[in-house]
């Protein structure tokens, strides 16, 4: 059973940063597909970013891009989403997924097999 334990989340000020911690159990991921989703009150839980571990290949929501970054730390099984010039409609809960090898598409939650407990970003004006 794949672990995803979350941390990072937090209260920021628009226009500050923030980074989001995922530390996967096992001890390598590198067949693995990670995503970050979010979800805030009232929304479907929307795709972030992902990151194909064996190559770094990466993936945004057009709403993120130029402003979040999703990279891994192979030593460690952690995938981070560093988030940058925040605006409040970040505001959610920020979900770390992950999936092994599947059919489909990076961008869609049914994809993914594992979730973590999620962690909630609160963007101040």
């Known amino acids: 059973q794949v672990q995803l334990v979350e941390s990072g989340g937090g209260l920021v000020q628009a226009g500050g940063s923030l980074r989001l911690s995922c530390a996967a159990s096992?001890?390598?991921?590198?067949?693995?597909?990670m995503g970050w989703f979010r979800q805030a009150p009232g929304n479907e839980r929307e795709f972030v970013a992902a990151?194909?571990?064996?190559?770094?290949?990466?993936y945004y929501a057009d709403s993120v891009k130029g402003r979040f970054t999703i990279s891994r730390d192979n030593a460690k099984n952690t995938v981070y989403l560093q988030m940058n010039s925040l605006k409040p409609e970040d505001t959610a809960v920020y979900y770390c997924?992950?999936?092994?090898?599947?059919?489909?598409?990076?961008?869609?939650?049914?994809?993914?097999?594992?979730w973590g407990q999620g962690t909630q970003v609160t963007v101040s004006s």
């Open positions: 997924a992950a999936v092994r090898y599947y059919s489909g598409s990076v961008y869609l939650r049914d994809t993914y097999d594992y």
């Open positions: 096992g001890r390598t991921f590198s067949s693995y597909t």
């Open positions: 990151i194909r571990w064996s190559t770094g290949s990466t």
